[in-house]
């Protein structure tokens, strides 16, 4: 059998399982850290993987499979957070007890469900890149496969927009 972690057109129903053993508890932590609802996670995690299914084909070769299903994921997270910004829905729990490191996620969390009202998918996975996950510019032009000047000019415009918005702090480790 060929090697799971290579994502490929008609994987069979074991590849399929495998693929899913092995990345759904790093998708459902993405998903958690973004959505903060178990059950929306869990959902997040379930349309990722059919996304993932659907979309074996567009999987670049010389792309590691998790960068690939980070994408899918936290796109349909940021999605999710567009609906239910748009519902105008508080999440469930907010305001509740935390450590400073989740109350900086609730924070970003909360400034990026203001963004989904302004900026199209692609600004605003940069957004969650660069504000929630800390990732420096080099490092979200690797992930989205763009180029840096196209990831410096969304950044400048984005920054543009936060600071309009009140702009929260940025995790410590990205650099620009």
Known sequence: MSNPATMRPGLSPAEIQDLYDRY????????????????????AVQESCIRLIQAASEFRREARPMTFIYRVTTNVCLNMLRSRALRDVAPEGEGAEGS?????????????????????ERGLTVATLYYLDGMSQEEIAQVLGLSRKTIVRDVQRISVLARELGEPRRPQGGAA
């Open 24 to 43: 759904a508890p790093g998708m459902y932590r993405r998903a958690f850290a973004l959505l903060q609802r178990e059950a929306d996670a869990w959902d």
């Open 100 to 120: 400073v490191d989740t109350l900086a996620s609730t924070e970003c969390r909360d400034f990026l469900v203001k963004l989904a009202r302004e900026l199209d």
